[in-house]
């Protein structure tokens, strides 16, 4: 099953860490955000792999916008 | 005026008017919220 | 010839002899201050100027605080006419952005609830022998916001503007410390997870630029004793959201609150002469400021359980904490508490809402507190 991952809060992404193809578990750290000047840390909402990713460094994000796209299990 | 009537007194009135008025604040900006509701359209203008 | 050498000599180790104990326990003290906000970056911009103005006054015999003293002019000119608080106020107005509290306005009550650690020190500073306007000026500490309280302290107890500035802002530095505990403490692990998701801007530029000129009416009729305090934050946040005079927005938000600033915590400083702030007074407005803090980010979390109740689980009360107005580090502390216990929980908008309101919440509560006292013929 696809999960989306959407933006959290808006801000700024600082640092993209994870790639597509790429193996993640449940709350593995995937991004950093820049928001109201402090470091955010997002975490994988499941685990699986990452089919898509939606934004790039220093790209200006909203709430809800596409971050990336787990593929559930496998 | 005792201290203990001046320090009932700003705790109670003190208190109570510092909640009330953010209260009524809070109520004013949900009513604008309701008159002036966001548009998308209106950022980008700007 | 052998005399003058001698008297000559003397000018030099004049300083010296002066030298008192309390001189140099202050001398320390301020040495004290700078590496907390050089070493330890508690504060910087405050620490440094406040550490370095208490060092220059208690050198003897330069008596830089005497009539015409460098330090007493800009402490008359700025402290005593309460210029300088007022103008960093146009400069937190211009920097910061309310919109976190307007989108969702029920978080101002937790701006409210932050803000009743004031008056519960001020009744324990009253309970300890202090007089009425010292423990005014004790308590408002307790709205963990350093203009605030120096404006209200310079007006009305003057003597305490050392000790009060100082704690307002080292505490303030240790927000970060002294809130997780007492959050922690008055929550249970089910409530700390509550997952709160930020909400899309619904806030229309309309809303945010009547924001203040509604704030400072109302609150103004309300409060007029704290309309200075007011009418600078919100013209300066007037000015930012209107975005027609961009360079004035910049202006006080940089330059003026930078000079100002400078200017500010060198006359903090310079009230902490020996003879005046070392005495057992000022260790116990050091403490009751400490217990103001706490009481704060207690009443907070407490406000925001009754709201976790009210709108049924959906809000965390984590976000109380943020009630009080050390912005934006209480906020930061909020949404990594939270993220400590559910990873998927980003509770940073909500908390700079309540923390937004805690800005205007600590403002109104002085405000109010003024004028009650006007009205109890006090002032």
Known sequence: MKIELTSPIPGKIMKVIVSVGEVVNEDDEVMKIESMKMENPIYAPAAGTITAIGVKENDEVEVDDLLLVIEEGG | MDKLTFGVTMLVVGMGGTLLTLGIISAIIALMKKIFPYKKEEEEKA | MLEAFANG????????MHLQISNVVMIIVGCVLLYLGIKKDFEPLLLVPIGFGCILVNIPLANLMEPHGFLRTIYDAGIMTE???????????????????????VTFLLGAAGQCGIFLTLGLALALGFTELDAVAIGVIGACDGPTAIYVTAKYAPHLLGA??????SYMSLVPVI??????????????????????????????ILFPLVITILGGLIAPMGLPLLGTIMLGNLMRECGAVERLTKASANEIANVVTLLLGISIGATMDGKIFLQKQTLI?????????CLDTACGVLLGKVLYITSKGKINPLIGAAGISAFPMSARVVMKEGQKYNKKNYLLMHAMGANAAGQIGSVIAAAVMLSVLKGMGII
């Open chain 3, 285 to 293: 407005v050091l403490a009751l400021g400490f217990v103001a803090i």
């Open chain 3, 9 to 16: 000599f003397s000018g030099l180790l004049a300083g010296f």
């Open chain 3, 179 to 208: 809130q997780p505990p007492i959050m922690r403490a008055l929550t249970t692990e089910k409530e700390r997870m509550v997952v709160m998701r930020a909400t899309r801007k619904s806030v229309s530029k309309t809303t945010r």
């Open chain 3, 83 to 105: 210029l300088f608080p007022l103008l960093i106020f146009v400069g937190i107005g211009a920097m910061t952005d309310f919109s976190p509290v307007l989108e969702n306005p």
């Open chain 3, 164 to 169: 009060v500035s100082v704690a307002a802002y």
